[in-house]
């Protein structure tokens, strides 16, 4: 029984990790579970068996990643450190998970979502936690510096929304490579600026 469960486990992860290959190599749209259970070296049953199907194997891809890199943001906001060097951190963790392929994934799964309301609410779900997440940095910088004439909420949507922006013009090449992470530090000598003050 204990083999069985390890086994299984095992045949999950390795579908996981070539469904995140695949949507890489060729994108969510063109992807097929023929090709992500190939790469994992197993039937096509058994992304179906574990799954459910294609959707529900990226939906877990998403939830996988967004789980780990979620903790990832809440140890790391959770630091005795300046805002501005938490900051910082974050537009660090924005190279790696450009390059871990994470923000491929949630791209192509809000892109996806427009056309199916399942995986939209997914999606949804996983960007609530995020905004959850900085919302209490907001509520934080709030007590510390001030943020004058606007509320932690629509704080934490501005950066939410400007960390989505910049995930989207990095994937299409919009600008030159690093352009937006410099963009994205610029506003971290801001928060230092304040939070030093002059």
Do not use: N
């Amino acid at each position: 029984m204990t083999t069985r469960r390890a086994s299984s486990e095992t045949v999950r992860s390795e579908l996981l990790d070539a469904a995140v290959g695949c949507l890489l190599t060729t994108g969510y749209a063109q992807v097929s579970t023929r090709a992500v259970a190939d790469a994992a070296g197993v039937p096509v049953s058994q992304i179906h068996y574990h799954f459910g199907g294609k959707d529900g194997l990226f939906l877990e891809v998403l939830d996988h990643l967004d789980r780990q890199l979620l903790q990832r943001q809440r140890t790391m906001y959770g630091q005795d450190e300046p805002l501005w060097r938490r900051w910082e951190q974050a537009c660090d963790f924005l190279a790696e998970d450009l390059a871990s392929g994470y923000v491929r994934v949630l791209q192509e799964l809000i892109a996806a979502g427009y056309a199916d309301p399942g995986v939209a609410e997914r999606v949804r779900e996983q960007l609530q936690g995020w905004l959850a997440l900085l919302t209490s940095v907001a509520e934080e910088a709030a007590a510390t510096v001030g943020l004058p004439g606007m509320s932690p909420r629509q704080v934490a949507l501005l950066v939410g929304c400007t960390f989505l922006g910049a995930e989207e013009v990095e994937l299409l090449g919009l600008v030159e490579d690093g352009e937006v992470r410099a963009a994205l530090r610029a506003v971290g000598d801001a928060i230092r600026r304040a939070e030093e003050g002059p």
